[in-house]
């Protein structure tokens, strides 16, 4: 069985020289930050503007029918 001795005075930390070089860096950044840019075709632009237009309508058509639910289209 291991004790707290054992592992406080098993081994003792080894510091590296100073002159031996580090690990090397990553060829590539984590994560999407430097994604390969594609072109813009039609279909973005369609679905940009449906996420863009889309919601306004649904924006006017609810006041609308809270309008028209209201009485307020008797006017």
Known sequence: MTTAEDIIEGETARLRPAGVPTLKPAQHPAGPFEAAAAKPS??????????VIYPAFAAVAAILAGLFLAGAGSV
């Open 42 to 51: 039609a279909r973005d632009a369609l679905v940009t503007g449906l996420l």
